[in-house]
């Protein structure tokens, strides 16, 4: 069974410009989530996803970022504009119903 | 808010040595407690987790047992190898499942040397 993958694995980008980040699940996985982990800080939560529906978004910083899951399988993280605070780790896991929540291997991503 | 500390690294030992490494909480509720590992060049893997009380969690041989009298879950390996150089993560999910968004520690690098 093929885990959580992300893509791109690396982005460099300069300020002011806009970057998609790209999350595939877990087959079969109705829960998405997003994480980041900006330079020396802790991994923090920025939504959930069930489905296609935005199940909490309480973690997501700014109206910069915009997270879609159309059609509830894979889903986009846009940020626009970049910032050079936006750059750090972006995890996606995804988890089937109560269960463990497995992570994809980040993107890193670089603001200049 | 729910909280989640753990001990400041990096952490260096000698192969074989005994490892523990501290995580202690805080959460209104009865909360589900994780470690997860991260290898370097990989994304996080759950190492192991408890789901109650003096639930005892264990891979690879890593254990960690949950106290909830001292909110502490610490993470112990009685010999550590070259191979679990990597950065652990203690994390928490509030209510008892990890349907709700996990808290994570600030993580402690491990490096274990020949």
């Known amino acids: 069974e093929a885990g959580v993958t992300q893509f791109p694995s690396h982005s460099v980008i300069e300020k002011g410009q806009t970057v998609t980040l790209r999350c595939d699940p877990i087959?079969?996985?109705?829960?998405l989530y997003w994480y980041r982990r900006v330079m020396g800080k802790e991994i923090k939560f920025l939504l959930h996803?069930?489905?296609?529906?935005?199940?909490?978004e309480s973690g997501m910083p700014n109206n910069r970022f915009l997270a879609e899951r159309t059609g509830g399988t894979y889903s986009t993280l846009k940020v626009q504009p970049a910032e050079l605070e936006d750059s750090g780790v972006y995890f996606c896991?995804?988890?089937?119903?109560?269960?463990?929540?497995?992570f994809g291997p980040g993107t890193r991503l670089t603001v200049l | 808010g729910d909280s989640v500390t753990q001990m400041e690294g990096p952490v260096t030992l000698s192969e074989e040595a005994f490892l523990t490494i501290n995580c202690t909480y805080t959460?209104?509720?009865?909360?589900?407690l994780f470690w997860y590992v991260q290898y370097p060049g990989e994304g996080l893997q759950l190492l192991l987790k408890?789901?109650?009380?003096?639930d005892k969690g264990s891979n690879k041989g890593f254990e960690a047992t949950y106290r909830k009298e001292t909110t502490s879950f610490h993470l112990e390996k009685g010999s550590v190898q070259v191979s679990d150089s990597a950065v652990y993560f203690c994390?928490?999910?509030?209510?008892?499942?990890?349907?709700?968004?996990?808290?994570f520690g600030p993580g402690t690098s491990l490096s274990v040397i020949p």
């Open positions: 896991a995804s988890s089937h119903g109560l269960y463990t929540q497995y």
């Open positions: 087959s079969g996985h109705d829960n």
């Open positions: 996803f069930v489905k296609e529906s935005k199940q909490d």
């Open positions: 959460a209104t509720g009865y909360p589900s």
């Open positions: 408890a789901t109650k009380a003096d």
């Open positions: 994390a928490l999910s509030e209510g008892g499942t990890s349907y709700d968004k996990v808290i």
